[in-house]
């Protein structure tokens, strides 16, 4: 399973954009690239998922450059209401296989 | 409505006692999951399943037991082996296909009496 790393926590204003970057070295040729978002006491909610080059939703952007190591979330004009913990995976979404979770980024989003 | 739920929200255990986290999913997804979270970590596997009546043990399968009898339904046992179970714990499920993402319980917070 391809490992990842991404800072521990960051700080953002209100109103700003953020970008999260994850490294992900070892990441295979079927290997999807997905972002989930966790609040205290809740569990994980998926935000974005994508394979290569850009990807956006209506709450987020995914970039993926062409090497495939690593990918930036990016969160428009955060809220206090985005303050929660990311989390980066890469794994073979197509099967069963289990996926790692690390141990997140805190974002911190300050009035 | 569907989605995955899990009970009960919070559950003590004395010393020695054997608990079961319930999970139930209606969305007639294949794989189920179960990862502990300890305070200001990430999740950690504990086990996981493809299908009914076969399961794998994840990265801390030590202490644990589960059972999948059927599709919906996939419990977790903390058994008293576990020295330490206090935790968060969170059932999620899964279907197969490509991109198919994880879905997730609200949780279970298991203290120690």
């Known amino acids: 399973l391809a490992k990842t790393t991404q800072p521990i926590s960051m700080d953002s204003y209100e109103g700003q954009e953020v970008n999260i970057t994850c490294s992900h070295n070892?990441?295979?040729?079927?290997?999807?690239i997905t972002w989930y978002q966790q609040f205290p006491s809740q569990g994980p909610r998926f935000i974005i998922q994508g394979y290569k080059t850009k990807v956006t939703n209506e709450v987020a952007s995914l970039f993926i450059p062409a090497d495939r190591k690593s990918s930036t979330l990016s969160l428009p004009r955060v809220s206090l209401s985005d303050t929660a913990v990311y989390y980066c995976?890469?794994?073979?979404?197509?099967?069963?296989?289990?996926?790692?979770f690390g141990t997140g980024t805190k974002l911190q989003v300050i009035p | 409505d569907g989605g995955i739920t899990q009970s009960p929200k919070y559950l003590f255990r004395k010393e020695g006692q054997n608990v079961t986290l319930s999970c139930e999913q209606n969305l007639n997804h294949d794989a189920m999951y179960w990862y502990r979270q300890d305070p200001g970590q990430g999740l950690r596997l504990i086990y996981y399943?493809?299908?009914?009546?076969?399961?794998q043990k994840g990265d801390i399968a030590e202490g644990y037991s589960v059972s999948r009898e059927k599709k919906e339904s996939f419990p977790l046992t903390v058994t008293s082996a576990q020295k330490n179970p206090t935790a968060f714990y969170l059932c999620?499920?899964?279907?197969?296909?490509?991109?198919?993402?994880?879905?997730f319980g609200p949780g279970t917070r298991l203290l120690v009496l």
């Open positions: 070892n990441i295979a040729t079927n290997d999807y």
């Open positions: 999620a499920s899964k279907r197969t296909g490509i991109q198919e993402t994880q879905y």
């Open positions: 399943s493809q299908i009914v009546n076969d399961f």
């Open positions: 995976l890469v794994g073979d979404s197509g099967g069963y296989q289990k996926v790692t």
